[in-house]
């Protein structure tokens, strides 16, 4: 258990850092922050050249890899950090020096058990990219095809085990002091950044994930998931199919290369809401760098370490929260957000009506390349407060993965509208889902289950009522008064009405 004084000094450590970088300058002047941060806060920056603008995505870069992780998590939630911040944190993009082949080696033999050879009949020795967790080499197996090989480096478990226990105890910190922090749920952030943080590390699971992504993929041709080469799969070695195809990122390499970047960016869309909204299984780390243009046009995906999952009635709720936004019915909104529990029942909701209407109605006039679900999300984060909305975890991959499809599918066609292309798919789910037909085979496939548990309902009511013996029933008893004696009175009476019982019943049966 790490102790008070430990936990101190790193926080001064990374307040430091993030001082030099002007990323607390955000934290000392909103005055929603608890007067201990603040104070904090400037005295980590004491004496340090602060740059006139922020560098938030820098600054977590120089804390390190957990750092980094946080960082992307914290982007998601701009009501936490500030619009600036969360803006400047989407670019954190995991780039770290590689390390050394022999290190990479060493990691692979140790974790297989056997000697590379045995595994690979090549490997590159430089890698293809390098992140906070892990790097990733090119190389081809011993029976011939060309794969991917995704290593852990060494210590990292380690390294984010120590981060995030101070994490936690600053959260808990930053929590007691109640109010607006208390609303926030730093704590519940923390825990939830641990366990997407907790399956990056587990590349087994990582490995699992895509596999259960391919499948429920199947219906989105556009959409493809690399293949596992599960033999070659470790808790610290992931191996998969390689892709040669061109990084979303590269506009001008896809339109050299013939690519219709007007189908890219809508086949993206669509591939994110089958996944949210019809599986409720999504990729949540859809940047530029992990989604690449292969030459027979569809969208192929990388880097399975955060996925997102959402249950049937959140997706539901969800569907009608885009549509409603979509379709300027702010009532059906707000109804929403109270059927859910996200907003107390003691507010009114034609007030929150009202709120919703001033987010979404000047964004309905703008032109297209203008309207913006980040935005949208933005001007939702800002009414949170006045109507006591507490953080909803399920929610905030969706929330930060939506920002990326939409900035990814915009960096492909600047004129596409989310909104436009979400409609159709949305509006023919609801349909599906909440629509006469759905309403009565929901119903016939409730009905049939209630069925089907009578028999176990019947069978747990007579071991709990059972059938009566032989003996017959009792006759009834006369009600006595019962006298309460204490002391050796008690233990008297007792003894007397014993030795009664004893005699009649000899009596009875001699």
Known sequence: MTSTPVHLWRLLKWGRILARHGALRGIERDPNTPRPVRRVARLARFGARVPAAPRYADAFQAIGPAAIKLGQTLA?????????????????????????FAVIRQRIEASH???LETLFASIEEVPVGAASIAQVHRAVTTDGRTVAVKVLRPGIEAEFARAIETYEWAAAQVEGMGSEAARLRPRLVIET??????????????????????????????????????????????????????????RDAIIAAGHD?????????????RQAISDGFFHADMHQGNLFALPDGRIAAIDFGIMGRIDRRARVWLAEILYGLITGNYKRVAEIHFEAGYVPPHHNVAEF?????????????????????????????????????????HLL?????????????????????????????????????LGPEAAIADRLVEDFRTLARLPQLIRNIEARYPTAGGA????????????????????????IVTAAVS????????
């Open 76 to 100: 998601t939630r701009p009501d936490l950090v500030g619009d600036e911040a969360a803006q400047d944190l989407l670019r954190l993009q995991d780039q770290l020096p590689p390390l050394p």
């Open 113 to 115: 058990g056997r000697p």
């Open 193 to 250: 950044f641990k366990r997407w943080t907790a399956r990056e590390l587990d590349l087994r699971r990582e490995a699992a994930s895509a596999s259960e992504l391919a499948d429920g993929m199947q219906a989105e041709p556009n959409y493809f998931i690399p293949a596992i080469d599960w033999p070659r799969t470790t808790g610290k070695v992931l191996t998969l199919e390689w892709i040669d195809g061109i990084k979303l990122s590269k």
């Open 261 to 273: 970047t007007t189908k890219l960016a809508s086949n993206l869309v669509h591939a994110f809401l």
């Open 353 to 393: 009506a009202t709120a919703l209407r001033a987010v979404g109605e000047p964004m309905r006039g703008l032109p297209v390349k203008e309207m913006s679900i980040g935005s949208m999300l933005d001007g939702l984060f800002s009414i949170t407060r006045d109507f006591d909305m507490q953080t909803q975890p």
């Open 397 to 433: 991959l969706l929330q930060k993965t939506m920002v990326m499809v939409e900035g990814v599918a915009r960096g492909l066609d600047p004129d596409i509208n989310l909104w436009d292309v979400s409609a159709p798919f949305v509006r023919e789910w609801i349909r599906t889902e």
């Open 472 to 495: 017959p029933p009792a006759p009834p008893l006369r009600e006595i008064e019962v006298v309460r004696v204490g002391g050796g009175w008690r233990y008297f009476a007792v003894a």
């Open 503 to 510: 005699i009649g019943a000899t009596l009875l049966f001699s």
